[in-house]
């Protein structure tokens, strides 16, 4: 079980780090967007792997349950609230990409300092 | 008595799922060309996941966890194939002639 | 055998997340990230999270897919440009993995009930359930009731980034008099099939959404899935009947009252709360039985976020959908 554990938070780690280098080692705009996306999943991932308690079920109480181990539903309330704003704003930066598009013909960064520099 | 029977019933449709969804994945990878590789995935979606699902559902057995099983299993045998033919179509559309390439020269072989 | 399952999920979103970053076609990089998500949407169901499976499923598998490729169809679909200070970028992300790799060892133990984030607050919300709501989902009685200032932030985010992205693309580009709408609104009226299946699945997905509204109280469910699913039976109208038509199921009128309404009848929850004579957002005073007072708050604002998720995803939607291609 241990070793399930510890290869959650290190693929946490993992994902969070591939996501990062999407974001600052890539120069299309949408390929950022989708590794702020990335990035974020991969913080979800670290709350939801903290709320697991062992031989917990999801914590929706049922009658007739004797003594019942239940996983914890904070984490689960703030990762909810954390998807919904995520989409929010990846909604809000594709708006932004779309109207750069329009405005300078390009998504890529070198080629929008090229033009914001003459 | 009757638990084991289903038990075993259960797990052979289990098994046989994942067989045909074994099955799906090498065929979408060893095709040569995309109309090929797309009727090899749909044995995935339609085969694999009917068996699967009627396995589940003699787990379950008669609850509403199977009912509502069954309303999935609808579901997919709805909409899978008509993704198939939306994927098909927009291939046509897009140019990618259904030519069996190299394997219509092995069978013109001697 | 969970574990095994468990190791196979967690490798497979690493392969997926790699090959996201490095393909150069980004619509090839789109249907990708929708498979991880739902890849770690499992992921989420196998940690006990049922709530949030369904949330990222819906959402993050199914709307911001189809957001990606809105902006997808009016932007390039190919990286042009690779990367850039890719050594500098790779030594940095290396060594910061290590970092967190090196910090993952003193973390507690997976699924110890003794970790300290098991402690103080999450058994007092088990326990009290029952005894201040009585619903069976501890979930949606966090976020509702005893949490319900945060998801009031939530809605007014979601608020927030509807009128944003109208702002953005409302005013329709390339000059007046150059109004091209006949192509952009066709959809798939010629072919058949998935006309015929897509109208026959549109009702029974608005009743499942209608379904996970009310039924957060007793099992995963709540505002935000509902909002998602019934949002997405009217993308696939679109997709499959043009977006003119579906202008005139549901006008942008409508959706921006149902965008606006929402977010006021949370907020009218809230306040009728001071008004009957107790805190903000206190649900007891709504009726004379406080337990049945916290059932109609929870009702009462369940909708509400319902409402606005729904407005403002379509609205994002058409914004998108009716932009003229340069």
């Not at chain 3, 500098?88 to 507690?108: C, G, N």
Request: net charge negative; glycine share 10%; proline share 4%.
């Amino acid at each position: 079980m241990e070793l399930l554990g510890l290869y959650h938070y290190w693929v946490f780690a993992v994902l969070l780090m591939i996501g990062f280098y999407a974001v600052v080692a890539k120069v299309n705009l949408v390929k950022k967007l989708i590794g702020v996306s990335l990035f974020q999943s991969a913080v979800f991932l670290l709350y939801i792997t903290m709320s697991k308690v062992t031989g917990g079920t999801a914590p929706i109480l049922q009658e007739g349950m004797v003594d019942p181990v239940f996983s914890n539903p904070l984490p689960q309330v703030l990762i909810l609230t954390a998807i919904v704003v995520g989409i929010s704003t990846t909604a809000l930066g594709l708006g932004i990409v779309v109207r750069i598009k329009e405005e300078y013909g390009t998504i890529e960064e070198h080629e929008i300092q090229e033009i914001d520099r003459r | 008595m009757m638990e084991i029977v289903l038990n075993v019933l259960s797990w052979i449709l289990l098994s046989a799922g994942g067989v045909f969804v074994l099955i799906g994945g090498i065929g979408a990878l060893r095709m040569p060309n995309l109309y090929t590789r797309m009727h090899a995935a749909s044995v995935t979606d339609t085969m694999g996941a009917a068996l699967v699902l009627l396995g589940v559902m003699l787990q379950a057995g008669l609850t509403l966890a199977s009912i509502k099983l069954g309303a999935i299993l609808l579901f997919l045998l709805i909409t899978s194939p008509t993704a198939s033919y939306a994927l098909a179509s927009a291939a046509l559309l897009a140019g990618i002639k259904p030519d069996a390439g190299r394997a219509a020269d092995e069978t013109r072989g001697p | 055998m969970t574990v095994l399952f468990g190791i196979f999920l967690l490798t497979l979103l690493v392969i997926t997340a790699v090959a996201i970053v490095h393909t150069r076609n980004l619509f090839v990089a789109v249907m990708l990230l929708g498979i991880f998500s739902l890849l770690i949407a499992i992921n989420f169901f196998i940690l006990d999270a049922a709530d949030v499976a369904l949330t990222e499923a819906a959402v993050g598998a199914g709307i911001s897919t189809v957001l990606f490729l809105g902006a997808l169809a009016l932007t390039t679909e190919r990286e042009r440009l690779g990367t850039q200070h890719r050594w500098l970028s790779l030594v940095v992300v290396t060594s910061a993995t290590l970092v967190l790799l090196y910090a993952t060892f003193d973390k507690p133990l997976f699924g110890d009930p003794d970790a300290p984030v098991h402690q103080h607050v999450a058994p007092w919300y088990l326990e009290k359930t029952p005894e201040y709501i009585d619903i069976p989902n501890v979930v949606t009685a966090v976020l509702a009731s005893f949490r319900g200032y945060d998801t009031l932030g939530e809605v007014f985010v979601v608020f927030t980034a509807g009128i944003g992205v109208m702002f953005l693309l409302s005013a329709h580009s390339g000059g007046p008099g150059r109004r091209k709408r006949e192509a952009s609104g066709i959809g798939l009226r010629e072919h058949l099939i998935p006309r015929v299946v897509g109208r026959l699945l549109v009702p029974f997905i608005l009743l499942f959404g209608l379904y996970v509204q009310f039924h957060g109280d007793f099992g995963p469910g709540g505002g935000f899935q509902a909002g998602a699913l019934i949002a997405a039976a009217f993308i696939l109208y679109a997709l499959v009947e043009g977006e003119d038509r579906t202008l005139a199921a549901l006008p942008q009128n409508a959706l921006n009252a149902l965008m606006v309404c929402g977010a006021l009848l949370y907020g009218g929850v809230g306040l009728a709360g001071i008004v009957l004579g107790s805190s903000f957002l206190d649900y007891s005073v709504l009726s004379a039985d406080p337990v049945a007072g916290q059932h109609l708050g929870i009702i009462l604002i369940e909708a509400g976020v319902g409402m606005t998720v729904t407005g403002v995803l379509l609205s994002i939607f058409h914004a998108f959908a009716a932009r003229d291609r340069i």
